[in-house]
Nanobody
Framework: QVRLVESGGGLVQAGGSLRLSCAASGRTFSSTAMGWFRQAPGKEREFVGTISGSGGYVHYADSVKGRFTISRDNAKNTLYLQMNSLKPEDTAVYYC?????????????????WGQGTQVTVSS
């Protein structure tokens, strides 16, 4: 089992920045690919970005490319999402997710463990 706990969400004005964190426990973190997803009210869960277990491969959704950065600290068992130039359309609950293997993925169904989510609200 893997336990994931997100933190760092909040209310920010458009153009601002936030950094989300996801603390993981229960499995060797460096062998676990991770992902960030988000879900706005009335919408399906949406892929944001993913990172391989080693951190050597990162992939982003087009909607956040150039604004968001995923990173991980395997020594601290923590995943990060740095969000810059935030827009109102970025408002959503953000979830981190983990796979049982180190290969990154983009579909929610490819992830085995999920955090409880953290709310990000961007005001215009």
């Amino acid at each position: 089992q893997v336990r994931l706990v997100e933190s760092g969400g909040g209310l920010v004005q458009a153009g601002g920045s936030l950094r989300l964190s996801c603390a993981a426990s229960g499995r060797t973190f460096s062998s676990t690919a991770m992902g960030w997803f988000r879900q706005a009210p009335g919408k399906e869960r949406e892929f944001v970005g993913t990172i391989s277990g080693s951190g050597g491969y990162v992939h982003y959704a087009d909607s956040v490319k150039g604004r968001f950065t995923i990173s991980r600290d395997n020594a601290k068992n923590t995943l990060y999402l740095q969000m810059n130039s935030l827009k109102p359309e970025d408002t959503a609950v953000y979830y981190c997710a983990a796979r049982q293997i180190s290969i990154a993925a983009t579909r929610p169904g490819h992830f085995d463990y999920w955090g409880q989510g953290t709310q990000v609200t961007v005001s215009s």
